[in-house]
């Protein structure tokens, strides 16, 4: 079916972390194709990185649902850039006929990334490579030449703690931000709760649900200390230090971009005292 599309469309089907992690990925295809990039997926986390993309749209409207169905058909594009999981190539069979150019698939993360209950974490890897890396090496099979995109450090006096629900028992608890936060202001640490949208939390905290705020919010910098999830991703791409305890995933494969601290349960020591220590070495690294 021939229309007037000259854009690349990517698409990238992810969560709030994945997206962060691709970022490098966005940044290599704008520079290879030029100001052409639209941008399929959910809207919310695409439009934290639009400087790579001439339009984005979110994937729930009807118009993308020829994508997905095998009973319709929809317009072509130049070229098609999915960024996901296609583990039996079924997506890939059906929108290389949407791709006037040859498809590119970048495999989202390595097979044994994920946690299983029966191994250690990353063992059924044959190598430990952190998420950014291995979407870039896959650029050169298409002749694209991979960048990756900066993360300028955001040096602040601030600790925002991110305390969520623990819905596995791996995750360090709500109650222990709490107390951290009351350890690091009793040393005069200038240290605020963040709230998640589904957490009550006691005292004050500070309640963002806007993502275009948030990113505000990260503005003046700082150390965000939570568990392993979006928002730390998030901020480590905004230029947040992150101190990020993990459970089930490996932090050499998952950790936050730019400047950060990777804590294991079960592995490492992860006392209220140990991760305060952490913070107040951090700040003194920052000048603070």
């Known amino acids: 079916?021939?229309?007037?599309?000259?854009?690349?469309?990517?698409?990238?089907?992810?969560?709030?972390?994945?997206?962060?992690?691709?970022?490098?990925?966005?940044?290599?295809?704008?520079?290879?194709?030029?100001?052409?990039?639209?941008?399929?997926?959910?809207?919310?986390?695409?439009?934290?990185?639009?400087?790579?993309?001439?339009?984005?749209?979110?994937?729930?409207?009807?118009?993308?649902?020829?994508?997905?169905s095998e009973k319709m058909s929809g317009p072509d594009w130049r070229r098609i850039a999915f960024i996901g999981k296609d583990r039996r190539g079924n997506i890939r069979r059906r929108w290389r006929s949407y791709s006037r150019e040859e498809l590119i698939f970048i495999d989202m993360y390595p097979e044994g990334s994920f946690p299983d209950p029966e191994k250690p974490l990353g063992s059924a890897l044959e190598e430990k490579i952190y998420i950014e890396e291995y979407q870039l090496r896959q650029l050169k099979a298409f002749g694209i030449e991979p960048a990756q995109a900066a993360v300028i450090p955001k040096k602040g006096s601030r600790v925002i703690l991110y305390p969520e629900k623990s819905f596995t028992k791996g995750k360090w608890a709500p109650e222990n931000f709490i107390a951290l936060k009351e350890l690091l202001a009793a040393d005069g640490v200038d240290a605020v709760l963040m709230k998640p949208p589904d957490l009550d939390l006691p005292g004050i905290s500070v309640a963002i649900q806007d993502l275009a705020e948030v990113k505000e919010f990260f503005g003046p910098g700082g150390i965000f200390v939570s568990n392993d999830s979006g928002m730390a991703h998030f901020a480590g791409a905004c230029g947040l230090a992150t101190v990020t305890v993990f459970a089930d995933f490996d932090p050499a494969i998952w950790h936050s971009r730019g400047l950060n601290i990777s804590l294991q349960l079960n592995v490492d020591d992860v006392s209220m005292e140990t991760v305060g220590n952490m913070i107040r070495n951090a700040l003194k690294k920052q000048g603070r």
């Open 1 to 68: 079916m021939q229309n007037n599309y000259d854009d690349i469309l990517v698409v990238h089907l992810g969560g709030l972390g994945d997206i962060c992690l691709a970022e490098s990925v966005f940044l290599s295809l704008c520079r290879h194709f030029g100001n052409r990039l639209a941008g399929l997926g959910n809207r919310r986390f695409l439009d934290l990185f639009s400087m790579h993309f001439t339009k984005t749209f979110g994937v729930e409207s009807r118009h993308w649902l020829y994508l997905f």
